[in-house]
């Protein structure tokens, strides 16, 4: 299809539980992002991958966050003991190129 | 340090009017500037880019102008309508060190279009 898919919209955590994050990306495009976007404001960058692989995860917080993209599975993104700091939306973008950069709706995650 | 800057938070303007809204970068290897347009609850939209090589792109109601000497960019709604308020997030990529086009953002700027 021609849109990225996110699941789910909403997620609710118990600090220290673990949640885990899906996006599918438009059929076709290569790359695929994640994005953290807290209170509103400016989104952070949080990984990229270029098919299956990681491409740069430079604003990854390495202790708890980790992400994967399988081939035929969705993209995910987990964070293992959840902290209140956590709770934001989760963007996630794929595309092919410069200009063809779409999001998906994004995943609100409160952390209680 | 904020590399790409939206200096206003909001701004209302009165339907039929121009909308200019501005953003301002520090990375001088920036090289490619994306408009996005989001509404509560939605993920951003894109509306327009321009590469470092224009200074100007126009798509319908929307131009991007950019002044790469003063590290400025700007997006003209001409004219505006009600449907534009929204947030507008300007967003820049380097093609440099194998960025893979990830985008650094600005804070956005909340458009209001009065009927």
């Known amino acids: 299809g021609e849109e990225v898919a996110q699941t789910p919209k909403h997620l609710v955590r118990g600090e220290g539980q673990k949640a885990k994050l899906y996006c599918a990306p438009i059929k076709g495009h290569s790359y695929v992002f994640w994005y953290q976007q807290v209170l509103k404001n400016e989104f952070k960058f949080l990984i990229s991958f270029q098919n299956e692989n990681v491409f740069d995860e430079t604003g990854m917080p390495k202790e708890r966050f980790s992400a994967k993209c399988l081939p035929n599975s969705p993209c995910s993104l987990e964070i293992q003991a959840t902290k209140l700091e956590d709770s934001a939306v989760y963007f996630c973008?794929?595309?092919?190129?410069?200009?063809?950069?779409?999001f998906g709706s994004g995943t609100r995650l409160t952390v209680v | 340090d904020q590399q790409v800057k939206q200096n206003s938070p909001s701004l209302s303007v009165q339907e039929g009017r121009i909308s200019i809204l501005n953003c301002d970068y520090t990375n001088s290897m920036f090289d490619y500037f994306l408009w996005y347009k989001k509404y509560p609850a939605e993920g951003p939209t894109f509306l327009i880019s321009i590469s470092s090589i224009k200074d100007k792109n126009e798509d319908g109601r929307f131009t991007v102008f950019l002044n790469k000497s003063a590290k400025h960019l700007s997006l003209h709604i001409v004219p505006s309508q009600p449907g534009d308020s929204a947030v507008y997030f300007c967003a820049a990529s380097s093609n440099s060190g194998g960025s893979n086009y990830k985008l650094t953002f600005g804070k956005g700027t909340l458009l209001t279009v009065n009927p």
């Open positions: 973008a794929s595309s092919q190129s410069r200009a063809g950069y779409t």
